[in-house]
């Protein structure tokens, strides 16, 4: 079977092109071809040339469209495997996909189709005013990018796609990470049969062997939505509990830094399993949904819990009761985000056994050869119909 990956990348390597590059890997593993029609938005928005291309080619780039186009002729696929189309490709290429008669699996890794930003969120807090009013005009009213020209870029493109029926006219299926997008989308108007849930998966391995840790780990870029400020709160008021945060920064901030954080930057494979290896477990305090959190997984490949937010995929991905991973806390609820992480740093024992739980979940419902038998069922009916 011949697969044409369809992605625009974002100016920085992003956990998105991260999952993009290793579905392609594990496609290609397992005896298929890739082959790939991607665009990059890297360096381009930096001009007011730049952003004023990427406003226009959001809503419809004709050049996208021309090579989606080039690209079906050349290489003749089976199936088309599109992420994101913006800026620079856009939803009418997808036309170009229905004329030549070949299925559209879409893998939704945000909240895009339904918000224009993508997050679900406004003012720190998640909002879903866009799925409740049908439509995407409060992210103008509201300014939800904070720049009225991205606001108003991001929404037109979201309103073209709609009007036009780019993605409910050509999308023979829509590949969610979370059921808690499916059920979002389906609250959107998509037909449900269309829907269906494929997790990001990870190289599971056979086993790992238990450490303890002595630092509470968060991965990440480290921006508002992520709530990493919040964690940094809960670092000053327990000074005896080390803090370390890896993760790019991409926002000024005059945040006074309490001693017992330490900030490790952007880590390499190697060095984030090493880091990981030696934490006692991860936190990932996020204001808004999030799509498909890969740090509860990477955290998972060494046996160690998480602690995430008790909203979005974080609740079927962490879970409660006997069965959970890890830990939950109250959505931005500082004081209850603190609780749960002095309690677990102070109970060694149930992070043993979290960590098992942790463990057992990724063998047997995130491992790599797990996604990749529901991707190639989602293929193979796909050919057939």
Known sequence: MKILIVHNNYGKYSGEEAVVDKMADMLMSHGHEVAFYRRTTEGVRESAVGKIKGFLSGIYSSSGVRGMR???????????SVHNLYPFISPAALFECKKAGVPIVMTIHNFRLICPTGLFMRDGLPCEVCLERGN????????????????IGYTLRNVYARWTGAYR????????????QRQKLIAAGYEAERVTVIPNGID???????TGGNYVAYIG???????YDLLIEVARRNPSIPFRFAGAKREQSDMEIPGNVEFMGYLQQEELSDFICHSRFVVMP???????????????CYGKPTIGPAHGGFTEIIGRGEQ???????PNNLDDLERKVVSLWNRPDEIA???????EKLKREYSSEVIYQKWDNLFQKLIKE
Do not use: Q
């Not at 870029?221 to 709530?227: A, D, F, I, P, V």
């Open 324 to 330: 959970a991973i890890g830990d939950l806390f109250e």
């Open 70 to 80: 080039d690209a079906l002729r050349r290489e003749r696929p089976d199936i088309v």
């Open 204 to 210: 599971a391995p056979a086993s790992y062997d238990l």
């Open 136 to 151: 995407e005009w409060s992210c103008v009213r509201y300014n939800c990018e904070c720049s009225r020209l991205k606001s």
């Open 353 to 359: 056994r979290l960590g098992e739980k942790a463990f």
């Open 169 to 180: 006219k050509n999308v023979a299926a829509f590949a969610c990470i979370t059921d808690f």
């Open 286 to 300: 996020s204001r808004c949904y999030e799509g498909f959190p890969m740090a509860i997984l990477e955290a998972a």
């Open 221 to 227: 870029r480290l921006s508002y939505e992520k709530g």
